[in-house]
């Protein structure tokens, strides 16, 4: 393997003291750029994640794990960190390929997995009904909608469904011959994303939670489910990645890790400086967008559009509605819970907050 860490192939035993884990570097043909599982020796041969469903993943799949002496058969058991297709994509091939394959998931992500559909147009329409309640306009929103569609039909099936085996929670352990994974529930990216921790070498797996070149967007949705009799504004239940995040970041603050073993940009030898990192990134977004609502919520308060607007004056409001959208309603869940903006229902059904 070259010294680019981006370049797809094999990391052998990255980590001196945890000899059985390597680090498969697989393309992706999205911006994120490539994905890194890990293939963990031992009995059962265990990888964590599996890339993308395509030619290029899994011929380079193929070839790491020829590297290993280990074939796709081998492999017997799938960790997934998330339900994401680039975590995801491959799990279902491994297991057509004939491997007596156990697959383990966070008990919220197995939903999501076993049911993972390219189509997502519940997540269109549940996406549009959030951006109205925000005040998102309806013409923008017809337009975000058919660009989606068009992207998702034009877009090559990367992922599959598969079937969970196990499903997991925090505090449960994974065996080994030699050692334990810890399992740690960490929500925020999506609503049962895990992490996996070996308490020797204090190694931390983090998927997309914590990275070494990035910061992962937090998601947001309604949940079935009636609205809390006791929020006055009658909404609905809703996963708010961002508040969850940043609790789970903060929980991680007091353990001393050793090394982060992430899903993407190497490997990372200072993880508490990363999540230092991660915690203020958002703290500054939370910061610019209470800034925000205090200047335009002068009469009437703000919505979250409206903030949206103010804070990028020069996005694209289709393109570049979606994320954006995402990190202002969750800054807006972060400041609500810390008392520091109050939601109100306008007659139009949309809600605006005002700063306290
Ligand atoms: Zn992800």
């Given amino acids: 393997m070259t010294n680019d860490p981006k370049a797809p192939g094999l990391r052998r035993a990255p980590v001196a003291e945890l000899p059985q884990v390597h680090q498969i570097v697989l393309p992706t043909p999205w911006e994120v750029g490539p994905v890194q599982i890990y293939l963990i020796e031992g009995d059962p041969i265990t990888l964590v994640d599996t ?12 070839a790491a794990l020829d590297a290993l002496g280990v074939g796709f058969e081998d492999v017997r058991r799938v960790v997934l960190t998330h339900h994401h297709g680039d975590h995801l994509g491959q799990a279902q091939s491994l297991r057509s390929a004939g491997a007596d394959l156990e ?3 966070h008990e919220a992500e197995r939903e999501l997995v076993e049911n993972f559909s390219e189509d997502r147009e519940e997540d269109i329409v549940a996406t549009r009904a959030l951006f109205t309640e925000h005040g998102v306009p309806g013409e923008l929103l017809d337009r975000q909608a058919e660009m989606r569609r068009r992207w998702i039909s034009e877009d ?22 030699d050692f334990d994974l810890e399992v740690i529930h960490a929500p925020g990216h999506t609503a049962g994303h895990l992490l996996l921790h070996e308490p020797c070498s204090r190694t931390l797996f983090t998927g997309d939670h914590l990275m070494g070149d ?45 090394t982060i073993l992430p899903a993407h940009g190497g490997i990372v030898e200072r993880p508490s400086r990363c999540i230092e990192d991660a915690i203020l990134f958002y ?5 610019r967008i209470e800034r925000a609502l205090e200047k335009l919520s ?9 903030i ?33 903006a109050v939601p109100e229902r306008r007659a139009d059904g949309v809600i605006a907050y005002r700063p306290r």
Avoid: H, N
């Avoid at 090559?156 to 011959?177: A, M, N, Q, Y």
């Avoid at 703290?283 to 910061?287: A, G, L, N």
């Avoid at 009469?299 to 409206?306: L, M, Q, S």
């Fill in 298 to 306: 002068a009469e009437c308060g703000a919505t979250a559009w409206e």
């Fill in 214 to 258: 990035a910061v992962p967007f937090t998601e947001t949705y309604y949940e079935s489910g009636a609205p809390d009799p006791r929020d006055p504004l009658a909404r609905r239940p809703r996963f708010r990645g961002l508040p969850a995040y940043m609790a789970s970041l903060r929980e991680l603050r007091g353990r001393s890790f050793r």
């Fill in 283 to 287: 703290e500054v977004r939370v910061q």
């Fill in 308 to 340: 949206w607007c103010s804070l990028f004056p020069k996005a694209d409001p289709v393109t570049q509605m979606r994320t954006r959208m995402l990190m202002v309603i969750g800054g807006l869940d972060v400041l609500e819970d810390a008392g520091r």
């Fill in 51 to 62: 890339g993308v469903r395509s030619e290029p993943s899994r011929a380079a799949l193929a």
């Fill in 103 to 105: 697959v383990l998931a």
């Fill in 156 to 177: 090559p099936v990367l992922c599959e469904p598969t079937r969970v085996d196990r499903e997991l929670r925090s505090g449960d352990r994974i065996g080994f011959k």
